[in-house]
């Protein structure tokens, strides 16, 4: 099993930065990408980035040029540096694993970006 753990989400003004990690233990072998998704109040969860075991990375519109997604994969680790954020970035973040294997996606607990106009 795969166990995902996130943090770095805040509250941050309009314009500033934030970064966020997921830490990935157990069978990372099995781990086929990772990546980040939102879902704000009212809205369905979205893809906002991800990054193949190889490296191979894609952002969603919406952040393309300002979100950029990177792994250590020497510490089991993805990453979503956020700069420029708007309030629209308002939302929960999750974290997610695709596997290889059964069951095939994890999630972590998700972490709060709140961004202040």
């Known amino acids: 099993q795969v166990q995902l753990v996130e943090s770095g989400g805040g509250l941050v003004q309009s314009g500033g930065s934030l970064r966020l990690s997921c830490a990935a233990s157990?069978?990372?072998?099995?781990?086929?990408?990772m990546g980040w998704y939102r879902q704000a109040p009212g809205n369905e969860r979205e893809l906002v980035a991800i990054?193949?075991?190889?490296?191979?990375?894609n952002s969603a519109n919406s952040v393309e040029g300002r979100f950029t997604i990177s792994r250590d994969n020497g510490k089991n680790t993805v990453y979503l540096q956020m700069n420029g954020l708007i309030p629209e970035d308002t939302a929960v973040y999750y974290c997610?694993?695709?596997?290889?294997?059964?069951?095939?996606?994890?999630w972590g607990q998700g972490t709060q970006v709140t961004v202040s106009s």
């Open positions: 157990g069978s990372i072998n099995s781990i086929n990408s």
């Open positions: 990054i193949t075991s190889g490296g191979s990375a």
């Open positions: 997610n694993a695709h596997l290889r294997i059964y069951p095939y996606n994890v």
